[in-house]
């Protein structure tokens, strides 16, 4: 059975950091893309962070380029993001995802499984 559990969210300043975690069970890391989603009321669901299969090659959104960083550590099974020089704009609530069904990691309804979300708000 795959689980993924998200933790690490919070309130923080503007300009503070933050390093969210996602525990996984039921994957093996090496045959698996993992991604970061995260939603603002109001908005779409969207990709932040990808790391593809093999842990070397990654995406970031251009909004978070720079300042975020995705990982993993397959022995702990946990995807990790660390977000740094947070924004107001970055406010939202953070999604882990796995098991991409299709070639279009950026669309979130290509995912067969999610974490329950944990929330990150940035204030100025």
């Known amino acids: 059975q795959v689980q993924l559990v998200e933790s690490g969210g919070g309130s923080v300043q503007a300009g503070e950091s933050l390093r969210l975690s996602c525990a996984a069970s039921?994957?093996?890391?090496?045959?698996?893309?993992m991604a970061w989603f995260r939603q603002a009321p109001g908005k779409e669901r969207e990709a932040v962070a990808i790391?593809?299969?093999?842990?070397?090659?990654?995406y970031y959104a251009s909004s978070v380029k720079g300042r975020f960083t995705i990982s993993q550590d397959k022995a702990k099974s946990t995807l990790y993001l660390q977000m740094n020089r947070l924004k107001p704009a970055d406010s939202a609530m953070y999604y882990c995802?796995?098991?991409?069904?299709?070639?279009?990691?950026?669309?979130?309804?290509?995912?067969?499984?999610w974490g329950q979300g944990t929330q990150v708000t940035v204030s100025s």
């Open positions: 995802a796995a098991g991409l069904t299709s070639n279009r990691p950026l669309d979130p309804g290509r995912y067969r499984h």
């Open positions: 039921g994957y093996t890391f090496s045959n698996v893309h």
């Open positions: 790391i593809y299969i093999g842990g070397t090659d990654t």
